[in-house]
């Protein structure tokens, strides 16, 4: 299948006392995001992961803190191609606060796994994957 377009996204994995930084969407029903966001024109992913943290939670990242993890390759079928780009911060500083209200009514610090039901299958399936191999590291053992 040849794509019409390509677009890239990175999203944080930040992690605090075994649980996860979620922006929780607004909306009628409950949803939950993970910081991050599309990559502009002759911007790097990591670039991107900066920025859009900065902009959505007011968090500095320094990039030498926060490991890559993985991508997910989401292909839709209006033949755009969707690449989710993974990044792992270990107790990131700064507190997070909701600096788009327009589209976040809260910024939470929850379990990981009392979040999967609320995150979009691909964050779901990231955040699952994280923790299931790497648990003993998170949760100091």
């Given at each position: ?5 390509i ?11 075994g ?41 500095s990242?320094l990039?030498e ?5 993985l ?31 327009h ?39």
């Amino acid at each position: 299948m040849k794509y019409l377009k390509i677009v890239d996204k990175s999203r944080l994995i930040a992690i605090k006392k075994g649980k996860v930084l979620v922006l929780e969407k607004r909306g009628p029903r409950k949803r939950y995001s993970l910081p991050g966001g599309v990559t502009k024109k002759k911007e790097s992913k990591e670039g991107s992961l900066v920025r859009e943290v900065k902009e959505e939670v007011g968090i500095s990242l320094l990039m030498e803190k926060v490991d890559f993890f993985l991508t997910r390759i989401d292909p839709k079928k209006n033949k755009i191609k969707t690449y989710k780009h993974y990044y792992v911060a270990l107790s990131p500083k700064g507190e997070p606060k909701v600096l788009e209200p327009h589209k976040f009514k809260g910024v939470h610090w929850i379990t990981w796994y009392e979040c999967l039901d609320f995150l979009d299958r691909e964050d779901r399936s990231a955040v699952a994957l994280y923790f299931d191999q790497f648990q003993k590291k998170v949760n100091g053992f």
